[in-house]
Structure formats: structure tokens, C-alpha cells
């Protein structure tokens, strides 16, 4: 059972846009920047969001972050089917003294 | 070369002592901690713990009891040892460069070594 909730499964159309949620609490999102990390099939995690909505070079504006309390959201505009992948987020938590993901979210492009 | 290599015994039979090595490729070794993290099958991921060049180390308090990370500043490569495993410690375990504030409350991980599949057997 992982620590930040988020959905197991969402999917969208080419070219709509979708909004994954991570739930935390006041020791980790509610009090620390979040990340996410983007899992293709088969490779490893790659970072896409950190300092809950920054993007690293490379990373395209169609993706977006953003943190309301304790529940951030990651958003995908512009689908495409190269985005088919497992997303999890990620955050420091104050009680463990260590970091924090979610239990991933898989991403369907229908 | 990608910036982290890891590599180790990826078949255990239960009781033995999982042994993983990362070698940092690109970048400096020195300022930063250097993270293991796994996937058990099909599940989220789990951080294990962290080293930096000085030896400072941090570990999951549900690991803590089990898990040794050591570093060679000579070779830029830190080690994990996780000793008496059983089938729940099968997984991808990764290799990976923390990036964070002085206090942690802003940490990412960037980038990820390639993941090494460890299958512990009965």
C-alpha cells in the first residue's frame, strides 16, 4: 500500500487532455514540493515535473503540475500515443524521513 | 555512456544477501545523495535509502535493519547490501541521483540508472 494515492488506471483520446491526481497528506504533499516521474513500458522511471511544476529541459509544455493541500495533479494536454505510460508521483516525507511515491497510474491513449 | 550503470547477482535463493552496484558516469559524485529505490512486480515504488561521498547514509526505517549502502569516491559507484532476502524482496531495483534542498523538502530524482530485475527464490 503506497503512501500518496493515485488512480490505478486513466485514459483519453488522441489529442484531449487528461488529469492525474496524487493524494498525500499534511508529513509529505500538504508540507513538500512534489515530482513526476513518467515509466514507458519496459525502461526505467524518467523525471517529468519537479518542484511540483517545473519541467526539465526536454520535457514538452504539454505537461503541467500543480498542488491544491494535500493533493497534487499532474496534466496532460495534446494526448498522444507516445504518452502511454505508468506516471507516479513523488514527495518527501517528514515522518519517514525519506521519500514518498505513489502507486503509479497508468495511462491509456485511446 | 548513460550517466548511471548498474549492475549485480540478479537470481537469490531466500536467505542470501542482495549485492548491487551503480557507477556514476557523468557529473560529480560529490554533493549530492545517492539513492536506491524499487518496483516489486507490478507495484509502486519504494525508496530504500540514500549514501553521499562522505559515507552519510539514510535508510526506510522498514528496511533499516537489513540494508547497507557503501561508496568508492575513487571509482564514483556506491553499493547496496540487503541481507537475508525472501520472495517479497524480488523487484527492479534502480539506481538513482537525489537532487534536493538543504532541508529535503524539495527532492527529485534525476537521473535513474537502467533497473536491475533481482528474483529471490525459495
Same mark, same amino acid.
Given at each position: 500500500?503506497?503512501?500518496?494515492?493515485?488512480?490505478?488506471?486513466?485514459?483519453?483520446?488522441?489529442?484531449?487532455?487528461?488529469?492525474?491526481?496524487?493524494?498525500?497528506?499534511?508529513? #509529505?504533499?500538504? #508540507?513538500?514540493?512534489?515530482? @513526476?516521474?513518467?515509466?514507458?513500458?519496459?525502461?526505467?522511471?524518467?523525471?517529468?515535473?519537479?518542484?511540483?511544476?517545473?519541467?526539465?529541459?526536454?520535457?514538452?509544455?504539454?505537461?503541467?503540475?500543480?498542488?491544491?493541500?494535500?493533493?497534487?495533479?499532474?496534466?496532460?494536454?495534446?494526448?498522444?500515443?507516445?504518452?502511454?505510460?505508468?506516471?507516479?508521483?513523488?514527495? @518527501?516525507?517528514?515522518?519517514?524521513?525519506?521519500?514518498?511515491?505513489?502507486?503509479?497510474?497508468?495511462?491509456?491513449?485511446? | 555512456?548513460?550517466?548511471?550503470?548498474?549492475?549485480?547477482?540478479?537470481?537469490?535463493?531466500?536467505?542470501?544477501?542482495?549485492?548491487?552496484?551503480?557507477?556514476?558516469?557523468?557529473?560529480?559524485?560529490?554533493?549530492?545523495?545517492?539513492?536506491?529505490?524499487?518496483?516489486?512486480?507490478?507495484?509502486?515504488?519504494?525508496?530504500?535509502?540514500?549514501?553521499?561521498?562522505?559515507?552519510?547514509?539514510?535508510?526506510?526505517?522498514?528496511?533499516?535493519?537489513?540494508?547497507?549502502?557503501?561508496?568508492?569516491?575513487?571509482?564514483?559507484?556506491?553499493?547496496?547490501?540487503?541481507?537475508?532476502?525472501?520472495?517479497?524482496?524480488?523487484?527492479?531495483?534502480?539506481?538513482?541521483?537525489?537532487?534536493?534542498?538543504?532541508?529535503?523538502?524539495?527532492?527529485?530524482?534525476?537521473?535513474?540508472?537502467?533497473?536491475?530485475?533481482?528474483?529471490?527464490?525459495?
Amino acid at each position: 500500500q503506497s503512501v500518496l494515492t493515485q488512480p490505478p488506471s486513466v485514459s483519453a483520446a488522441p489529442g484531449q487532455e487528461v488529469t492525474i491526481s496524487c493524494s498525500g497528506s499534511s508529513s #509529505n504533499i500538504g #508540507n513538500t514540493y512534489v515530482s @513526476w516521474y513518467q515509466q514507458l513500458p519496459g525502461t526505467a522511471p524518467k523525471l517529468l515535473i519537479y518542484e511540483t511544476n517545473q519541467r526539465p529541459s526536454g520535457i514538452p509544455d504539454r505537461f503541467s503540475g500543480s498542488t491544491s493541500g494535500t493533493s497534487a495533479t499532474l496534466g496532460i494536454t495534446g494526448l498522444q500515443t507516445g504518452d502511454e505510460a505508468h506516471y507516479y508521483c513523488g514527495a @518527501w516525507d517528514s515522518s519517514l524521513s525519506g521519500v514518498v511515491f505513489g502507486g503509479g497510474t497508468k495511462l491509456t491513449v485511446l | 555512456q548513460v550517466p548511471l550503470q548498474q549492475w549485480g547477482a540478479g537470481l537469490l535463493k531466500s536467505s542470501e544477501t542482495l549485492s548491487l552496484t551503480c557507477a556514476v558516469h557523468r557529473g560529480s559524485f560529490r554533493g549530492y545523495f545517492w539513492t536506491w529505490i524499487r518496483q516489486s512486480p507490478g507495484k509502486g515504488l519504494e525508496w530504500i535509502g540514500e549514501i553521499d561521498h562522505s559515507g552519510t547514509t539514510n535508510y526506510n526505517p522498514s528496511l533499516k535493519n537489513r540494508v547497507t549502502m557503501s561508496e568508492d569516491t575513487s571509482k564514483n559507484q556506491f553499493s547496496l547490501n540487503l541481507t537475508s532476502v525472501t520472495a517479497a524482496d524480488t523487484a527492479v531495483y534502480y539506481c538513482a541521483r537525489k537532487v534536493s534542498s538543504i532541508d529535503d523538502r524539495n527532492t527529485w530524482f534525476d537521473p535513474w540508472g537502467q533497473g536491475t530485475l533481482v528474483t529471490v527464490s525459495s
